[in-house]
């Protein structure tokens, strides 16, 4: 009996020792956290638009549409893709519609619940409806298109109440050199 008091003493001795540190050295270790977390999110962020940035520059150099894309998985980019619409004269070759099947193919899977799409100008209609059939997380994209946006500018497919997905959205990331780019200026 009291073997186990002194044994039980001793092990709350240890707990001292291990004891969390003070509240303000806690806050500041916090704080070191958050700032690395914010620092991460926006090197993934310039990591990711510029790659599609990188797409839509090629695009131009082919003649193509300059729109282009990328999914992120984490810190890497996975799928990489621009307009192809000229080349394989097919209206619907987005950069995003192309991404989005390049991604899943990539990850062997059918939803990109875990990744960031990255994408030059706003999605059209048809990508964004393929952005939520995907289950895409979160869509960063540069420029509004106020012609035919549906995430944001015409209509909002992508954070839609009705439907069973939606997206978190992150937009206006380098919108002037995205919108340039495209003859659309943000
Ligand atoms: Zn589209």
């Keep these: 009996m009291r073997a186990g008091r002194l044994l039980s003493d001793l092990a709350r001795g240890e707990q001292k020792h291990v004891a969390p540190p003070p509240r303000r050295v806690a806050r500041v270790l916090q704080r070191l956290q958050n700032g690395n977390e914010m620092g991460r999110y926006f ?17 131009a150099s082919l003649d193509e549409v300059p729109i282009g894309a990328v999914v992120m998985c984490g810190d890497e980019v996975i799928a990489a893709a621009h307009n192809e619409t000229v ?7 987005h950069a995003e519609f ?3 099947e390049r991604a899943l193919e990539a990850l062997d899977t059918d939803r990109l619940t875990d990744c960031t ?3 030059t100008i706003e999605p059209c209609a048809q990508c964004a409806g393929a952005i939520v059939l995907a289950k895409v997380k979160t869509l960063v994209f540069g420029a509004y298109d106020e012609k035919a946006g549906m995430c944001g500018s015409v209509g909002d497919i ?16 380098e919108a002037e050199a ?9």
Excluded: F, W
Aim: proline letters at 5%; hydrophobic letters at 40%.
């Design 158 to 173: 992508v954070r839609h109440p009705r439907l069973n997905h939606r997206v978190d959205v992150q937009s206006g990331v």
């Design 117 to 119: 799409l990255y994408v």
């Design 87 to 93: 080349a394989r004269q097919n209206p619907t070759y």
């Design 43 to 59: 090197r993934q962020m310039i990591k990711g638009m510029s790659a599609a940035l990188e797409q839509a520059h090629l695009a």
């Design 98 to 100: 192309l991404v989005i």
């Design 178 to 186: 995205c919108g340039e780019l495209s003859g659309n200026p943000a």
